[in-house]
């Protein structure tokens, strides 16, 4: 079974500052990895994805994402914090055996003047 | 391209009733899954239809049901509704019926309250 973890419900990170979201994943076959973007009162919008070809995944907005396989961990990061960038994150794991994703619980980012 | 709509956005119902919401998924996909968003239980797969036929289904009760049409227009129903149903009900859409090789596209979701 596929699962997805995301270290930390709520992370608080000052404008212009590194963001870290961090994404853990388990899969017991190659996985397909995505994070999505969710803005308050709307739906899902996907940032970025991996799907096996290069392991550094760029992505909308200046997100990018790396696959660690080692490390099973698929982190999701931003050179400089915008206010904008304050929103709901969410890690999703899938392959190409099983159609469900597996969303994670989520990550808060809050910006901070 | 228009994108993913859903309706009604906002639906207020009580115990026991039966609801229907509406998702119409981008022009040309025919993968439609839905989704239902909780603060308790995050986000948890529904189901997925393809070609008016259901391909995947998440673990909910039977409670829960849905239908695609001819067009990829999707429909979820939720009988005797209880207040856990209170949520955001989330579909999207993809061009393959594979989910999980091609991107999905979310609607705006229907935020259901159960009184």
């Known amino acids: 079974a596929q699962s997805v973890t995301q270290l930390g419900s709520h992370v608080s990170v000052s404008e212009g500052a590194l963001v870290l979201l961090r994404c853990n994943y388990s899969?017991?076959?190659?996985?397909?990895l995505f994070w999505y973007v969710q803005y308050p009162n709307q739906g899902l919008q996907l940032l970025l994805k991996?799907?096996?070809?290069?392991?550094l995944v760029k992505g909308i907005n200046g997100f990018e994402a790396e696959f660690k396989k080692s490390e099973t961990s698929f982190h999701l990061t931003k050179p400089s914090a915008h206010m904008s960038d304050a929103a709901e994150y969410f890690c999703?794991?899938?392959?190409?055996?099983?159609?469900?994703?597996?969303f994670g619980k989520g990550t808060r980012l809050h910006i901070l003047p | 391209k228009a994108g993913v709509t859903q309706t009604p956005r906002y639906l207020i119902k009580t115990r026991g009733q039966q609801v229907t919401l509406s998702c119409s998924p981008i022009?040309?996909?025919?993968?439609v899954s839905w989704y239902q968003q909780t603060p308790g239980q995050g986000l948890q797969f529904l189901f997925e239809?393809?070609?008016?036929?259901?391909?995947n289904k998440g673990n909910f009760p039977g409670r829960f049901s849905g239908r695609q049409f001819s067009n990829s227009r999707s429909e979820m129903n939720v009988s005797t509704l209880e207040l856990g149903d209170s949520a955001l009900y989330l579909c999207?859409?993809?061009?393959?019926?594979?989910?999980?090789?091609?991107?999905?596209?979310f609607g705006p979701g229907t935020r259901l309250t159960v009184l």
């Open positions: 022009s040309g996909h025919r993968s």
């Open positions: 991996y799907t096996s070809a290069a392991t």
């Open positions: 999703a794991v899938t392959s190409n055996r099983d159609d469900k994703i597996i």
């Open positions: 239809y393809f070609s008016e036929t259901q391909r």
């Open positions: 899969s017991s076959v190659p996985p397909y």
């Open positions: 999207a859409s993809s061009s393959v019926e594979r989910g999980g090789t091609d991107t999905q596209y």
